[in-house]
């Protein structure tokens, strides 16, 4: 099992940037990807970004592509979401999670594709 903790979430005008980090812990080296998702209330939970460890392939919804970046920190088992220009329709609460390679290539873009989440940290831009 991973463990995963996020944070870097609050209150940001539009326009303006956060970066939220993610930081694994336990049988990390089972993890093939790690993946951010979002839920603004009354919605399903939607892809946001995805990274491979090995490779550093990353991956993004086509709502998020050029203005949000996903990397990662080997040595610290880090994942970020750098996130810029954010806008209202940007708020939700953020999860991260981690894809072991079994469970990844079944559902690369969706939460079936992860086995392992955090709690979340909630990401709200006024306008």
């Known amino acids: 099992q991973v463990q995963l903790v996020e944070s870097g979430g609050g209150l940001v005008q539009a326009g303006g940037s956060l970066r939220l980090s993610c930081a694994a812990s336990?049988?990390?080296?089972?993890?093939?990807?790690t993946g951010w998702f979002r839920q603004a209330p009354g919605k399903e939970r939607e892809f946001v970004a995805t990274i491979r460890w090995s490779g550093g392939s990353t991956y993004y919804a086509d709502s998020v592509k050029g203005r949000f970046t996903i990397s990662r920190d080997n040595a610290k088992n880090t994942v970020y979401l750098q996130m810029n220009s954010l806008n209202p329709e940007d708020t939700a609460v953020y999860y991260c999670?981690?894809?072991?390679?079994?469970?990844?290539?079944?559902?690369?873009?969706?939460?079936?594709?992860?086995?392992?989440w955090g709690q979340g940290t909630q990401v709200t831009v006024s306008s």
């Open positions: 336990g049988r990390t080296r089972s993890t093939y990807a």
């Open positions: 999670a981690a894809g072991p390679v079994g469970t990844y290539f079944r559902a690369p873009y969706g939460p079936a594709g992860y086995t392992d």
